[in-house]
Each structure stands twice: as C-alpha cells, then as structure tokens.
C-alpha cells in the first residue's frame, strides 16, 4: 500500500470514521436519571447501527480504498468507489441529525450520539469538500522532505538521484570513443604533445513520429493538476493517476509524450505533459 496515494482530505475522512466508531460504544440515549442507558450497539436500537454508525464508517473505508485501485475510473453500478463512498458519509450525516432531532419522549442524547453527530458531519464535510478544496486534495506526505543543511541530497527531490545520473546538477562526464577504454596502448590521449585532435560532430538522430528518441536523458518532473498514466500497448484505460505536488521519473520520450514511472514501479504514457515542472 502506498501511502503517498493519500491525501490531507483523506486522512480528515479516516479520523472523523475512527472518533464514530468509538461514539458507537458510547451511550446513545439514557433514561432520565442516568439509567439505564443504550449504545449504538444495543438491539433496542439497532436502525441507529446501520444508518449512522455503519454508513459512515463503510463510506470512509470506500473513499481511502478507491484511493489504491489501480484503475480509478472503475465503476460500480454506474458510480466509482469514492462516489458510493461520498454518497453513504452524507447519509450518515443526515440519519444522525434526524435521530438527533426525533429523539424518543422521556429519552436524553448520550454523549455516544453527540459525538457520532459530529463525527459525521465532519466525515461528510471531508467526504464532500476533498475533490473541491485544493488544501485537502494535497498529498499526505511530501514529496519533498526538507533535509537538514548539508546533509546528502539536501535541496533535491525526494527519490532524486545523485549528481552525475543525470539530474540537473549533475557534473559533466567524460564521454570515451564506443570500444576505447582510457588509457589503453596506442590510442592518442587528450592534450598529448605531437598530436592533434580533430574535433568531430555528432548527427543527432531524427526520432519517427512516436518512436523513443535515443537521444532522451531521464528527468524527474511534477505535473500542475492531476492527469493520467496510460499504459504503454495503447490501451485506453488509465493505469495509475499523477498528482501534483510528487515527483516522477520521466524513462522515454514518445513524440510529444512521456514514458513515466511512479514512486511504486509502475510505468506508463502521459499523453498531457503542457505545464509540467522539470526537477
């Protein structure tokens, strides 16, 4: 499991289903006086169970499981994963006000029932608002960890590679003739006395329309809003989805597009690369 798929919005969704969870233990209504008292749990009141407690809690867990689905636009009966999710968090929502509202006569709301109220109106607010808000829809964790100064790496990427892999920054290297090892008998060094180098000029190669340009240095890149990664026979079904704010691994260059790889191994074409921020 990759928990850099994870957003802010995300992690709001998960705490708000924890705190219902533990409002279901809670009582949930308690007879003047104190008692006896009734949870969530409790047979006498089980529709409370399913429409506030489950709903909410099932809802959290479709939306953050969507989130690892290697093909997002997977639907179920016409809605995707994190839909049918948003769908059950406000239903939660609006069953818990209900009860709230239409409690039974000579019955209190327990602190099982207040505290599940606001559980999920906050899972439904996070459920609803994560799509929307730019803030939520930020990764979880960082793509770039701040290193301390003059520790390795510090400045560079997360997964960047060290200078001279070809990440800007890296030193020049040295290029040796195909079959010529430094130093070998008989083969004329550079700025040996009597001998005069003629400079030679590489053709660089005119890559096919959609063919790999040999030329083409990896890099890594971030993408400006969230587009898709498809898989490189041409299938038109997305494989992974590239969010902003994370660095990826550009191996190939296709024409106008680019042969990427994510933080978890999987490859893929992003035909969109407008915008994108080289590292």
Request: glycine share 14%; hydrophobic share 40%; proline share 12%.
């Amino acid at each position: 499991m990759n928990n850099r798929s994870l957003s802010r919005g995300d992690a709001l969704v998960g705490g708000a289903a924890i705190v219902l969870f533990i409002a279901s233990f809670l009582d949930a209504w308690a007879a003047e006086g104190g008692t006896p008292s009734w949870n969530g749990w409790s047979s006498d009141w089980f529709p409370v169970l399913p429409s506030l407690f489950l709903a909410g809690i099932i809802g959290a867990a479709l939306i953050i499981s969507s989130r690892f689905v290697a093909q997002p636009t997977k639907e179920l009966a016409g809605l995707r994963l994190d839909q049918w999710g948003i769908a059950l968090t406000v239903s939660s929502a609006w069953a818990g006000l209900w009860t709230m509202i239409g409690g039974p006569e000579g019955l209190e709301a327990g602190s099982g029932l207040i505290l599940g109220l606001i559980a999920a109106l906050v899972l439904a607010g996070g459920a609803v608002a994560t799509p929307l808000v730019p803030a939520l829809k930020l990764p979880l964790l960082s793509a770039n960890p701040s290193p301390q100064p003059g520790a390795p790496g510090a400045g560079q990427p997360y997964g960047a590679p060290q200078p001279g892999y070809g990440y800007p920054g890296g030193a020049p290297q040295q290029q040796q003739p195909y079959g010529v090892q430094p130093g070998q008998p008989g083969q004329p060094q550079p700025g040996q006395p009597g001998i005069q180098h003629q400079p030679t000029q590489a053709v660089p190669a005119t890559p096919a329309p959609g063919a790999a340009d040999p030329n083409f240095q990896p890099f890594w890149f971030a993408v400006p809003a969230s587009r898709p990664l498809y898989g490189e026979d041409g299938s038109p079904t997305p494989v992974a989805e590239l969010a902003p704010g994370t660095w990826y691994l550009a191996v190939e260059q296709r024409g106008q597009a680019l042969v990427a790889q994510t933080q978890d191994g999987r490859r893929g074409v992003l035909q969109d690369t407008s915008g994108i921020q080289r590292g």
